[in-house]
């Protein structure tokens, strides 16, 4: 069977038009032969599914997966034998080979997350194209004709807010678009999110994009600037993403660009995973995806009760299986039918909460900076095991550092102070002052580390 992207596009639409039982029944067979080829290719997998029936189709029977696992089993877990950890590393260790084919076959994707370990993720063509078509799906779902039509009228061009100095999953997809040409390259331009805000501001003044996606605190900033006057576009659709929002954050950047509000709750590891809806939740992309809200137990949680955690498998990446993978966040399963009229399950999110830290700038103005700009610096910085960044006054900055084994402390704080003085600087905060802390990172209660902490109020 071809799993083309025309493929993809046409069956997704048929899935939807026959109906969640349809819908199930894929799910099922696409899960049972990720899990048939994981057993025959990943050692890790073979190993942990010993035992399991030949055939499965129920995520429950599957052992829970997480980063630290993978990461620490990584050249066995992938399904393709010439794929191995330092090879991987090496590859993210250059930032010349962001979007460029690892091994001639892949996309490769960093994260850093706040579990404390960084991922180096592979990722291959079938999920890059069912993510595209998913996307295409979502995206006319949420215009409509008229709203397709008014876009084109804008030029139908997509501004794509993200950081630009890493293998991340949206600056990679992206890179590797723009290099490898087509249509789609055409109208999307990435705009990076470490830009001082009036050069960014400046920049999206002169595209004038019909479509605004990307991180949602640093959206919250555009749109006081557009509230400003200094930001004067008019796009059809604003994606926050990667962000925890409330309805007061989508009603003001709705009314500030005249625009559609639609956000979307996923990771690196399943860039697919759902899309919001107009009633503020989200709706899992259930026929390829597989998302399960549970307890500390990984037992189910009931509907109508937030989870201790959720557990996703990615049914379309081959190459490195996300099954059952423990994503960390806290969410909640809608227990009755979503008034939007979309069938598939409907969630809420508690976790990834963006915080935006805030600076007197000395000038009477406050300069606001987003959890982005400092996590993407430590992300790429050689020797940073783990880091967190506490504002423990309105200009005091404090660091905390695990360095990574073998790694020079010294060496690594100077890297970590320049990298800081320099990204301050940028903003016009030289005033704010960077101390090095010696106590560790803090851990919450519930196993993660908050890499940003805001000033108390």
């Not at 030029?155 to 993200?162: D, I, P």
């Not at 805000?197 to 996606?213: G, M």
Request: a neutral charge.
């Amino acid at each position: 069977m071809s799993e083309s992207m025309a493929w993809l596009t046409r069956d997704i639409r048929k899935a939807r038009k026959q109906g969640p039982a349809e819908v199930a029944r894929r799910r099922g067979d696409r899960l049972a032969d990720l899990v048939a080829r994981a057993r025959s290719a990943s050692p890790y997998y073979r190993e942990l599914y010993r035992g399991l029936p030949e055939r499965v189709d129920d995520p429950t029977l599957l052992p829970v997966t997480d980063k630290k696992q993978l990461m620490d089993r990584f050249d066995d877990w992938a399904t393709d034998r010439d794929i191995t950890f330092e090879k991987v590393r090496a590859f993210t260790d250059d930032p010349e080979l962001i979007g460029r084919r690892f091994l001639g076959r892949y996309l490769v994707a960093t994260t850093s997350g706040t579990s404390g370990r960084r991922g180096l993720f592979v990722l291959d063509d079938r999920y890059m194209n069912v993510s595209s078509a998913v996307s295409s799906r979502v995206l006319a779902s949420w215009l409509g004709p008229l709203g397709i039509a008014r876009a084109v009228v804008h030029g139908g061009r997509f501004a794509q807010l993200v950081a630009t100095e890493g293998h991340y999953v949206g600056f990679a997809g992206y890179s590797r678009m723009s290099q490898e040409g087509g249509g789609r390259s055409k109208l999307l331009r990435a705009f990076s999110v470490h830009e001082p805000l009036s050069r960014l501001v400046d920049r999206l003044n002169e595209y004038r994009p019909a479509f605004v996606i990307g991180y949602a605190s640093t959206i919250m900033l555009l749109t006081a600037e557009q509230e400003a006057g200094r930001l004067h576009i008019d796009p059809v659709l604003v994606e926050p993403a990667g962000e925890t929002m409330t309805d007061s954050d989508t009603g003001r950047i709705a009314r500030a660009f005249g625009a559609k509000v639609r956000t979307m709750y996923s990771a690196t590891e399943c860039t697919y995973l759902s899309h919001g809806c107009a009633e503020g939740w989200y709706h899992v992309n259930d026929d390829w995806a597989v998302l399960e809200p549970v307890d500390e137990d990984h037992r189910p949680t009931p509907p109508g009760e937030f989870s201790h955690t959720v557990l996703i498998s990615n049914l379309a990446n081959r190459v490195q299986p996300f099954l059952r993978y423990d994503l960390g966040d806290s969410v909640m399963l809608r227990p009755d039918p979503c008034p939007c009229g979309t069938s598939s399950p409907a969630i809420r999110v508690q976790g990834r909460a963006g915080d935006i830290l805030t600076f007197p700038s000395g000038r009477g103005d406050d300069v606001r900076l987003t959890p982005l700009a400092f996590s993407s610096l430590f992300d790429r910085m050689p020797g940073v095991e783990l880091f967190q960044i506490e504002q423990t006054a309105p200009a005091t900055l404090r660091v905390r550092m695990v360095k990574a084994p073998g790694a020079d402390a010294d060496h690594v704080w100077r890297k970590a102070h320049d990298g800081l003085t320099h990204l301050l600087a940028d903003n016009k905060l030289d005033n704010v002052t960077v101390e090095r802390a010696e106590e560790p990172p803090k851990q919450a209660s519930g196993g993660k580390y908050r890499t940003i902490i805001p000033l108390a109020a």
